[in-house]
Nanobody, 121 residues
Framework: QVQLVESGGGLVQPGGSLRLSCTAS????????MGWYRQAPGNERELVAT???????NYVDSVKGRFTIARDNAENTVYLRMNSLKPEDTAVYYC???????????????WGQGTLVTVSS
């Protein structure tokens, strides 16, 4: 069974930093793109950042210059380094994998269970 498992969320003060990690488990052959979405209470889920296998990245404007996405293809892991955090960054952050291929199956997309990030003093 293929799963995306996140870690690294928590409570941080404004201006602080956190690093989220997400690892795909299972007999993974490749994952075309990985990324992070977030959903704040009362809001729709929104894209935060994505990265493809060659390392091309995409960020929502509100996090540019503050967040950095990276991935380790050999470990099927994606990271999100979040600096200069603001209260408006508070949300549940979801890991995302697109075009996930295993030894026996293909998944157009997979989601993690989510990890809560709270930015508050």
């Amino acid at each position: 069974q293929v799963q995306l498992v996140e870690s690294g969320g928590g409570l941080v003060q404004p201006g602080g930093s956190l690093r989220l990690s997400c690892t795909a488990s299972g007999n993974i052959f490749s994952i075309d793109a990985m990324g992070w979405y977030r959903q704040a209470p009362g809001n729709e889920r929104e894209l935060v950042a994505t990265i493809d296998m060659p390392g091309n990245t995409n960020y929502v404007d509100s996090v540019k210059g503050r967040f950095t996405i990276a991935r380790d293809n050999a470990e099927n892991t994606v990271y999100l380094r979040m600096n200069s955090l603001k209260p408006e960054d508070t949300a549940v952050y979801y890991c995302y994998g697109r075009e996930v291929r295993t030894g026996a199956a293909w998944y157009p997309q997979l989601w993690g269970q989510g990890t809560l990030v709270t930015v508050s003093s």
